[in-house]
T-cell receptor, first 113, second 113 residues
């Protein structure tokens, strides 16, 4: 089955700096890669996603890149703000099946004012 | 007009008791999931139903029994609760086929004492 590894497990940055979280996946058939943000005590929420036929996708201060050959994808947050502090999860799935998403173990991002 | 609603939000119970968690989605999604989030924040899938049919049943003890009366509802019944069952349980829904992420419920924090 799919295995997703996520690094780092914790990340601390100064407000205004950039943050990068990296994930690798094992199943080359996976073709959909969402990212979720979970604030303390709340539910995970989808913040951005990318399909395998796209190399990069941006949405304001966040972007995701995908390298299919190397089987890794990354989340980039620019101009970080204190409200970006949360746990971020990457995931991988095959979207042609009614199957599951396999999640990474999460990255706790702390943005210091 | 909550998209995925989950009840109860908190559940404190004694070892050996039986309890249920209910989930309902109004998004018209055809697939629903139960995920367990432990104290380390890891998200692990337990079950998945597609159009009321069980399609994923991870290695979960038989004490956990899901039930989907229709594609908008997915309940979780737990028998003979143990201390190790303490966790946050998230319901989620998505379109089983298609590049769509999950919409999570608000979670049920189960504490077994």
């Amino acid at each position: 089955g799919e295995n997703v590894e996520q690094h780092p497990s914790t990340l601390s940055v100064q407000e205004g700096d950039s943050a990068v979280i990296k994930c690798t996946y094992s199943d080359s058939a996976s073709n959909y890669f969402p990212w979720y943000k979970q604030e303390l005590g709340k539910r995970p929420q989808l913040i951005i996603d990318i399909r395998s036929n796209v190399g990069e996708k941006k949405d304001q201060r966040i972007a995701v890149t995908l390298n299919k050959t190397a089987k890794h994808f990354s989340l980039h947050i620019t101009e970080t703000q204190p409200e970006d502090s949360a746990v971020y999860f990457c995931a991988a799935r095959l979207y042609t099946n009614a199957g599951k998403s396999t999640f990474g173990d999460g990255t706790t991002l702390t943005v210091k004012p | 007009d909550t998209a995925v609603s989950q009840t109860p939000k908190y559940l404190v119970t004694q070892m050996g008791n039986d309890k249920s968690i209910k989930c309902e989605q109004n998004l018209g999604h055809d697939t629903m999931y139960w995920y367990k989030q432990d104290s380390k924040k890891f998200l692990k899938i337990m079950f998945s139903y597609n159009n009321k049919e069980l399609i994923i049943n991870e290695t979960v003890p038989n004490r956990f029994s899901p039930k989907s009366p229709d594609k908008a509802h997915l309940n979780l019944h737990i028998n003979s609760l143990e201390l190790g069952d303490s966790a946050v349980y998230f319901c989620a829904s998505s379109q089983g086929r298609g590049p769509l992420g999950y919409t999570f419920g608000s979670g049920t924090r189960l504490t077994v004492v």
